[in-house]
């Protein structure tokens, strides 16, 4: 037997055949909720046949390698059918080729019209591929920071990494003296 003529009561066939109980098949089935009526349709043969020959189906695909109460494939069940190795990836490929193709051509021409004709968008595009974080992590040798022992060995240091002349650094140094303490 195939599917019922009536959609209405195939719906229901399959409803009740999911696990619905004949009140809640009726309804969704389409037609307006009545507890009789439900219950009359679950005794017409054709129902109890179609519901069977439904129930058998899904038993047969749950021994294909399917969850019973789910109907997905179970772990380690590599079928027959599915897409070949590799077929997923073959558009998007030929998608970043032609990309990279139309690129080399007017890339940099686009981009220049785009800054400005449309900054906005330009700015958008600009972010959009800049990563979302930066790793500024940073790395210093500081051992040679200990010799550094006061504020004059430091500019010293300093003045020499920059290339001060002796005569520059005496004049950029500002020497502090110690004031007296003024009694008040």
């Known amino acids: 037997m195939s599917a019922l003529l009536n959609p ?18 009726y309804v969704k089935a389409g037609y307006q909720a009545c507890r009789q009526n439900a219950s009359r349709m679950m005794t017409y043969d054709d129902i109890k046949q179609r519901v069977a020959e439904i129930e058998k189906e899904a038993k047969t695909n749950s021994k294909a390698g399917r969850d019973e109460e789910t109907g997905r494939f179970l772990p380690g069940n590599s079928g027959n059918g599915g897409r070949k190795p590799g077929s997923r990836n073959k558009l998007g490929e030929q998608f970043i080729a ?20 449309d ?17 500024a992590t940073l790395s210093i040798e500081a ?3 200990k010799e550094l022992t006061d504020f004059r060995v430091a500019w010293d240091w300093a003045a020499k990494v920059i290339g001060l002349s002796d005569d520059e650094r005496a004049d950029k140094l500002i020497e502090l003296q110690a004031e007296e303490p003024v009694d008040g």
């Open 8 to 25: 209405k009561r195939e719906a229901f066939a399959r409803e009740i055949a999911r696990g619905e109980n004949a009140s809640q098949a």
């Open 98 to 117: 032609d990309l990279h193709a139309e690129w080399q051509q007017s890339g940099a021409t686009a981009l220049k019209r785009m800054a400005e004709n």
């Open 119 to 135: 900054p906005v968008s330009f700015v958008k595009v600009t972010a959009s591929i800049l990563p979302k974080e930066i790793d």
């Open 143 to 145: 051992e040679w920071l």
